[in-house]
């Protein structure tokens, strides 16, 4: 079955692998999918939906080996500030299930953000609109196919 991320990628010519694995976790789906298909955690990136004062959506996406900062994002957007968005809402949003949401293909299109470290690799992994599967895609082509965004989004800890 193709997702609306494949189908986002394949009406734009974008290039891309796939990789399947069976989801058997109910969270931390990162984590999970880096150690199923035998990858380096800092290749595998999560998508998390943020908002601004509830009407503006930002797809983060960001590697599974940290914390996504509110800080961070905020500033590099100009924003106020932003919050986590409620799961029930980032699934109507996206039109994806927690665990299967891609930057690729949403129902609603959002202001997209990628976290810096994406660019020193020539592939990262991103869900591919569902649990158990991933997309590989060069981070440049992510940038350039959603407009996105990238910084330093990530929480970091302070040597004092």
């Known amino acids: 079955m193709i997702t609306p991320a494949q189908n986002f990628l394949n009406k734009q010519k974008i290039p891309?692998?796939?990789?399947?694995?069976?989801?058997?976790?109910?969270?931390?789906?990162?984590?999970?999918?880096?150690?199923?298909?035998?990858?380096?955690?800092?290749?595998?990136?999560?998508?998390?939906?943020?908002?601004?004062?509830?009407?503006?959506?930002?797809?983060?996406?960001?590697?599974?080996?940290?914390?996504?900062?509110?800080?961070?994002?905020?500033r590099l957007l100009k924003l106020k500030n932003v919050e986590i968005t409620d799961p029930?809402?980032?699934?109507?949003?996206?039109?994806?299930?927690?665990?299967?949401?891609?930057?690729?293909?949403?129902?609603?299109?959002?202001?997209?953000?990628?976290?810096?470290?994406?660019l020193q690799f020539d592939e990262i992994l991103v869900s591919g609109g569902r649990r158990g599967f991933s997309i590989g895609i060069d981070p440049k082509l992510l940038v350039s196919a959603l407009h996105a965004v990238t910084g330093d989004i990530m929480e970091h800890e302070r040597e004092d």
Do not use: W
Request: charged residues 25%; contains cysteine.
């Open 16 to 74: 891309y692998k796939t990789y399947e694995y069976e989801c058997t976790t109910r969270r931390d789906f990162g984590h999970f999918a880096a150690a199923a298909l035998g990858q380096d955690e800092a290749r595998v990136f999560k998508t998390i939906l943020l908002e601004h004062d509830k009407k503006t959506y930002i797809t983060c996406v960001v590697p599974v080996t940290g914390l996504i900062s509110m800080k961070n994002t905020a």
């Open 88 to 118: 029930n809402t980032a699934a109507r949003v996206t039109g994806y299930v927690i665990g299967g949401i891609s930057p690729f293909g949403q129902k609603r299109r959002t202001l997209t953000v990628l976290d810096e470290s994406a």
